[in-house]
């Protein structure tokens, strides 16, 4: 199982970006998908994840409003549109399959999740 993110850039305060994970050896619909983000010396951020097992999903406080994420399950794809990007929005995003779970009580660790891309890195400046 391969997971490849593609889409990061530079961009400026304000503008927006779309993240695309293409999968290989699994399929979206069937797992707990996810985008993560990460600054050096920070620990792994989980921003939006999803289950199909209820139809669940959890947005970090952080992104609310500004980033959703959407998958094409026909082309197998997973997608992070990000508007109104911020400065703080400056990281390595990853995206991830998981065990499907029943909720996100616990946030984006509310599940395992066993397969990660290499990750895109994102730049805002300001």
């Known amino acids: 199982v391969q997971l490849v993110e593609s889409g990061g850039g530079t961009v400026q305060a304000g503008e927006s970006l779309r993240l695309s994970c293409a999968a290989s050896g699994a399929r979206f619909e069937d797992s707990a998908i996810g985008w993560f983000r990460q600054v050096p010396g920070k620990e792994r951020e989980g921003i939006s994840c999803?289950?199909?097992?209820?139809?669940?999903?959890y947005y970090a406080e952080s992104v609310k409003g500004r980033f959703t994420m959407y998958s094409d399950n026909a082309k197998n794809m997973l997608y992070l549109q990000m508007d109104n990007l911020k400065p703080e929005d400056t990281a390595v995003y990853y995206c991830?399959?998981?065990?499907?779970?029943?909720?996100?009580?616990?946030?984006?660790?509310?599940?395992?999740?066993?397969?990660w891309g290499q990750g895109t890195q994102v730049n805002v400046s300001s």
């Open positions: 999803f289950s199909p097992s209820d139809d669940s999903s």
């Open positions: 991830a399959i998981g065990v499907t779970t029943d909720g996100w009580e616990r946030g984006p660790w509310s599940t395992y999740w066993s397969v």
